[in-house]
């Protein structure tokens, strides 16, 4: 058996929004009930197989997160329906805070697979410490980690480091730490991904010219449909479609590293 970067994140993003499904039927009375079904049906094989070996996923800020859904326990469903209709009060600020922690834990679904992943990896002891920080939002104190190989801890400092959990490796010792600049996060048109200073403003650069291609490209697409190209006008579409495909191949190149991470797996 063997569990994946991408089976974590699917169950990531299935429990989320099973918990808007579920959030929508008791508080807003919506139908949707079948699409509830459907997506308890979809999760049951993929937390089957987490469970045969042993892995269970957590969040940064899972303490927080558990007591404001406590605090909102405290409340009818009419009420947090009425705080969300009038936006304002406690509840709709709670409601706002949750969301808010709950928004950056999805966009970061595959940073939170990888350290679920390696937290797998290491030993009974290490497992809870890491834990206890990764619920806690923060590295409150220095721990060892013995159990993982060199390049494993340094991935998982990378990871936490992704997640809002700042440290800083030691050799075999993780340590708070108050921030680290090494990585930053881009935003590219379907997914979010970590890189270095130097290779985000390569990428930026990447970007920012196949945003200024597409449309003339589109539109040249559009135009051939009704109407029969001249030689120059043919060069010209070949010549931005060929552009635009090495710069596809280039964003892959710089992203060879991080794309390489989805592969990490844990087998049982």
């Known amino acids: 058996m063997e569990v994946t970067v991408t089976d974590i994140t699917k169950l990531i993003v299935l429990r989320k929004r ?13 139908d949707c009930q079948k699409e509830l079904d459907r997506m308890n049906n979809n999760a049951k094989e993929l937390e089957a197989k987490l469970r045969s070996c042993n892995i269970e996923i ?4 899972q303490n927080k997160l558990e007591n404001l859904s406590n ?17 304002e009060g406690q509840i709709y600020e709670t409601l706002i805070e949750k969301g808010e922690i709950v928004k950056e834990n999805f966009i970061n679904r595959l940073e939170i697979a990888k350290v679920v992943l390696m937290i ?10 890491i834990t206890t920080a990764v619920r806690a939002g923060k590295l409150n104190e220095p721990m060892i980690i013995d159990s993982l190989s060199e390049i494993n801890r340094k991935n998982l400092a990378r990871f936490l480091n992704r997640c809002g959990i700042h440290c800083r490796l030691t050799d075999n010792q993780l340590a708070p730490d108050n921030g680290n600049d090494e990585e930053t996060r881009v935003e590219l048109r379907t997914r979010h991904v970590w890189v270095n200073q130097e290779i985000k403003e390569k ?16 539109l040249k697409n559009a135009q051939r449909h009704v109407k029969i190209f ?5 060069n010209e579409f070949n010549s931005l479609q060929k552009e635009y495909l090495e710069l596809l191949k280039e964003q892959d190149g710089l992203l060879t590293e991080f794309d390489g991470e989805e592969k990490l797996s844990v087998k049982v």
């Open 18 to 30: 099973k918990a808007e499904a579920e959030f929508k039927i008791k508080v807003l009375n919506a």
């Open 203 to 218: 990428l930026e650069l990447n970007l920012k010219r196949i945003t200024e291609i597409t449309p003339p490209i589109q």
């Open 230 to 234: 001249s030689d120059e006008e043919e």
């Open 71 to 87: 605090q909102l326990n405290e409340h009818t469903h009419p009420q947090i329906k009425e705080a969300i209709m009038a936006k």
């Open 120 to 129: 797998a990896k290491t030993g009974e002891s290490e497992q809870k410490m």
């Open 58 to 61: 957590i969040y940064p800020n």
